[in-house]
């Protein structure tokens, strides 16, 4: 009689590059609200236990664009219901595009505070598998560190926007498609 024993998984979401990746996928006629991320872990993880989803990102600023920030806001109150989910808020700065009187915005020590989590939760052996929803290839040499810990590192990405050295890194990798990523939305 074989035995089953079930894994702990650790799901580590990139959220600003999930959001460009669905954007990229959908244009504009889906909505993150409407995504079920808790389903999504779950899935991610297929027989084996979500013990914690980290999902990093910024929040908007609020004087740009009152709507955006308020719809945000409700997207993060949404995923703090959901068990065991932390939500990671990271800086968001304003930059001036030189020479104009335009900016834009980026966030920063999103990608530092998830390779963080990830290696201190690897060495405290809190899961068994950790699953980075990012095609960002600076997250090589945390997961080359969390792979160092024995624990499996699993790479969701969206095709075009993933690094091969990130994919090459992974113990296995899965690129998101809307085939996929239709069963999320409600």
Do not use: W
């Amino acid at each position: 009689m074989s035995t089953f024993k079930m894994e702990r998984v650790a799901v580590f979401i990139d959220g600003n590059n999930f959001y460009f990746g669905l954007r990229k996928l959908y244009g504009k006629g889906k909505s993150l609200k409407d995504f079920d991320f808790e389903r999504f872990s779950k899935f991610l993880a297929g027989k084996d236990k979500v013990v914690d989803i980290y999902y990093y990102n910024a929040l908007l600023d609020k004087e740009h664009n009152q709507e955006k920030y308020r719809s945000q806001r409700e997207f993060f109150e949404k995923l703090k219901k959901i068990p065991n989910l932390h939500l990671v808020l990271c800086k968001l700065l304003k930059r001036n595009i030189t020479g104009t009187d335009k900016f834009y915005y980026i966030i920063k020590e999103d990608d530092i505070h998830m390779a963080v989590d990830m290696v201190e939760n690897a060495y405290d052996n809190n899961f068994d598998i950790s699953i980075v929803v990012s095609g960002d290839g600076d997250f090589v040499p945390a997961v080359s560190s969390v792979k160092k810990k024995g624990k499996t590192v699993k790479n969701i990405c969206f095709k075009d926007s993933s690094s091969r050295n990130l994919k090459d890194f992974c113990d296995e990798s899965l690129d998101l498609t809307r085939e996929i990523l239709n069963k999320f939305f409600s």
